[in-house]
């Protein structure tokens, strides 16, 4: 291998840093754990919503962003815009209605990192990732974003 290319598959700068923002995000939101833990002896009703929050909030977007990151899925990108929509539609509401003892104060760091691990999927070098589908690539093709 010439010095100075990258070898075949190897993600972008933007995408390594997409994983470290997003992961970061959910590492934040992992605080919760405990809490959907004690849920789970509440009651059946609680048990069955502690479980539906722990999909929603740490699961499915670990998922996601995995399918993102590593198989190049732009469908999962798109889920992932649309999990943090709703994140940010909550927030907005919970403040808007001035109810803010309500609000879970993890989630606007959390909401934050997360848009800006989002946003780094569309710069030029994100973009060309998720569109080659696991063609072997070149250097000319992807090259750093913060070149």
Known sequence: MAEGTK???VPPEA???FELLFFG???IRAVEIPEFI???????AAAFFATIRLLLYLLLPL??????SRNRSNGAKWGLILLLGLMLFG???VI????????NFLLVPSSVLQGCAIALLFT?????WLNSKGMPSTDAELHDTFD
């Not at 004690?38 to 059946?44: D, S, V």
């Not at 808007?96 to 003892?101: K, M, N, R, W, Y």
């Open 91 to 93: 927030i907005l509401t």
């Open 124 to 128: 030029a070098s994100g973009r060309r």
């Open 7 to 9: 070898p075949p598959n």
């Open 38 to 44: 004690a849920a789970l002896t509440h009651g059946l």
């Open 15 to 17: 995408i390594r840093w």
């Open 25 to 27: 995000s959910l590492m």
């Open 63 to 68: 998922w996601l962003a995995l399918l993102v």
């Open 96 to 103: 808007l209605s001035g109810q803010l003892a309500r609000l």
